[in-house]
């Protein structure tokens, strides 16, 4: 069983940056495709991004993509999100999901789907303010 821990989360004025770290125990964290997902109140939960269990592969989504950059280091069981150029539209909790199997999907859809990822971190409040 994969245990997610987000940490990182703050309070930053528009324009700063912030990494957020996942760490995962229990598993050897390689062998788990990660992604982060994010929710603002009375929204739905929102893709951000997603690496491959090697960390060679990335994805992003649109409104994030040059601005955040997902890594991992798996001899320490985590996965970091580094966000740049924070926008006040960027608040939310962001969390860390994971799935077993390393290599991404060839399908956007399912590469972003929340439903797709078993295993799920309690997250981490970004406030984002002008």
């Known amino acids: 069983q994969v245990q997610l821990v987000e940490s990182g989360g703050g309070l930053v004025q528009a324009g700063d940056s912030l990494r957020l770290s996942c760490d995962a125990s229990?598993?050897?964290?390689?062998?788990?495709?990660t992604a982060w997902f994010r929710q603002a109140p009375g929204k739905e939960r929102e893709f951000v991004a997603t690496?491959?269990?090697?960390?060679?592969?990335?994805f992003y989504a649109d409104s994030v993509k040059g601005r955040f950059t997902a890594s991992r280091d798996n001899a320490k069981n985590s996965v970091y999100l580094r966000m740049n150029s924070l926008r006040p539209e960027d608040t939310a909790v962001y969390y860390c999901?994971?799935?077993?199997?390393?290599?991404?999907?060839?399908?956007?859809?399912?590469?972003?789907?929340?439903?797709?990822?078993?295993?799920w971190g309690q997250g981490t409040q970004v406030t984002v303010s002008s």
């Open positions: 999901a994971a799935e077993l199997g390393a290599v991404l999907s060839p399908s956007s859809g399912a590469r972003s789907a929340p439903n797709r990822y078993h295993f």
């Open positions: 229990g598993v050897t964290f390689s062998n788990y495709r």
């Open positions: 690496i491959s269990g090697s960390g060679a592969a990335t």
